[in-house]
Nanobody
């Protein structure tokens, strides 16, 4: 099953930083448009931000100025840099992306999700 592999979660104190990474589990897939989501305990999954294939990021208001989404197409990887973390940022963070691949030279796109990585911010 195609997946996105995430890494970089962990425990950090309030005001600290973490960087999450997201890359396809198989090299035949190329990341296109991508987004980061998070789900806090007892809450619904929410969007954190997105990044286009042309490297244009957008963010929800609650993380603007603190989080940065970037991509390294040479590494086929999406990043979420999180600075000045707050306890309310505690959640499982998920990567979502459209993955491009080819079958008989025909381009196809598959919507994929990562398994989630836990970020815990202590006060």
């Amino acid at each position: 099953q195609v997946q996105l592999v995430e890494s970089g979660g962990g425990l950090v104190q309030s005001g600290g930083s973490l960087r999450l990474s997201c890359t396809p589990s198989q090299s035949i897939f190329t990341i296109g448009f991508a987004g980061w989501y998070r789900q806090a305990p007892g809450k619904q999954r929410e969007l954190v931000g997105t990044i286009t294939k042309s490297d244009i990021p957008r963010y929800v208001d609650s993380v603007k100025g603190r989080f940065t989404i970037s991509r390294d197409d040479a590494k086929n990887t999406i990043y979420l840099q999180m600075n000045n973390l707050k306890p309310e940022d505690t959640a499982v963070y998920y990567c979502n992306a459209g993955l491009t691949y080819y079958v008989d030279r025909r381009e196809k796109v598959l919507d994929a999700w990562g398994q989630g990585t836990l970020v815990t911010v202590s006060s």
